[in-house]
């Protein structure tokens, strides 16, 4: 099996923290591209965990979008990624992470039947927020990770 080449930890740093601060402006494509270049260079679970933002991040785009089967297609996926990683990883408590996720897809993931493309739409003054509980690339996390 090949794997990428790491991204110099300074550059994933600045995309890692770019990508937080478009989530939280509720710019969710464009989170998804920054952590996109991170995670075709990451290995282990620094890839799972990538993986699962980028999908999380997509699925709320797909709200924005009125899209219901994308919510729910990528609710499942980020779901599966995002339970292989820590408790805490990268500096973000996930269990809060994934609880404000649930709190806001909630009324669509579980949905029965699921509405109509164009019948649900995203109130971003609910949208999950990402704050770092410390510093990853501070505390050698970052590095860390990508050797598991």
Request: net charge negative.
């Amino acid at each position: 099996m090949i794997f990428a080449s790491p991204m110099p930890i300074e550059e994933e740093k600045r995309l890692y923290l770019e990508g937080i601060e478009l989530f939280n402006g509720h710019d969710y494509f464009d989170a998804h591209e920054a952590w996109e270049e991170i995670w075709h260079h990451a290995g282990g679970l620094k890839k799972d965990f990538y993986q699962g933002m980028i999908q999380a991040a997509v699925a709320l785009e797909h709200y924005r979008r009125s899209n219901p089967k994308g919510v729910v297609s990528l609710h499942r996926s980020y779901c599966r990624r995002l339970a292989l990683v820590p408790r805490v990883c990268m500096g973000v408590e996930m269990s809060l992470f994934l609880a404000d996720m649930e709190k806001i897809l909630h009324p669509v993931v579980l949905a029965d039947p699921l509405p109509a493309r164009g019948e649900i739409q995203l109130d971003v003054s609910l949208a999950p927020r990402i704050c770092l509980a410390y510093d990853p690339f501070e505390n050698g996390e970052a590095e860390r990770l990508g050797r598991s």
